[in-house]
């Protein structure tokens, strides 16, 4: 049996993870670059732990 190795992602992986997806989407350019900018702002702004809680708790 296969066992998946957790380990945390660094912003650069969620970034591409979140763009794969928009893309996916079929989400314009300009829109995939405001949720870029939003990230960002994110990420200097929210803690790790606050936003695996929104995660965890939220309804996604």
């Given at each position: ?15 591409g ?28 702004w ?15």
């Amino acid at each position: 049996m296969d066992v998946m190795v957790r380990e945390p992602l660094s912003q650069a992986a969620c970034m591409g993870y979140m763009i794969m997806a928009l893309e996916n989407l079929d989400y314009r350019d300009e829109k995939i670059w405001q949720v870029i900018a939003e990230m960002k702002e994110l990420f200097d702004w929210v803690s790790t732990p606050e936003a695996e809680e929104h995660y965890r708790e939220g309804p996604y």
